[in-house]
């Protein structure tokens, strides 16, 4: 059976990735979260003091994107995002770099650099890969795209109780809900490569849904090309 690569775009905390790294599992195929590494940059910049203030050194930033290596490993039995050696799984995921990866993600030359690599990353195939332009831009042609959202309100808890459980505990529904709701506007008004459903996208709405329902849902339209 010939291999095709899924590209799923969506919101932020609108259930893409629970959906990719599921269709990932059930096809044998390689998961790339993008998203983590968008957060992997931000992440390198704030401990280089690249971001002060809410604004970015780009300059300096362009100058060091030839040293950040951005890789994906399994630990145990889940995939971590290593930034030059390092495991930083649980540091991309905290609300300081959720509260600056905006910033990062609309700078062209990043994007350039992190999609050069998404789409070396999916040349043979076989690749499902979640994030907010992969069926516009990075996979333009994947033979499968998937445009995943939820409400607002649905999406704060979830990301709540995420990051309860990952052990961030200083944190609060209200400033989760306000974080969802700047990156909404910051990714869908951005210049370069904006949040947009592809015109060949299935929309999938998880307000409503069970992970199970959300994969079922994703699978079925898997199997029609695949069949």
Sequence with gaps: MSKINIAIDGH???GKS???KALAKELGY???????????VTLYALKHDLIENGRVDEPKLLLKLHKIIIEFHKV???????LNGKD???KIRSIEVAQNVSMIAKISQVRKFLVKIQQYMGREKGVVMDGRDIGTVVFPSAEVKFFVTANV?????????????TGFKNVS????RSNIEERDFLDSH?????????????????SDMSQEEQLETAYNEVKKLLV
């Design 12 to 14: 932020s905390s609108c």
């Design 18 to 20: 629970t959906i990719a």
């Design 30 to 40: 390689i998961y790339v979260d993008s998203g983590a590494m968008y957060r992997s």
């Design 76 to 82: 145990g039995d889940k995939q971590h995002t290593f």
């Design 88 to 90: 930083v799984e649980s």
């Design 153 to 165: 309100e649905v999406r704060a808890k979830r990301r709540y109780q995420e990051m309860l459980t």
């Design 173 to 176: 529904l209200d400033d989760i």
């Design 190 to 206: 951005r210049i370069v490569s904006p949040l947009i459903r592809a015109n060949d996208a299935i929309l999938i709405d998880t």
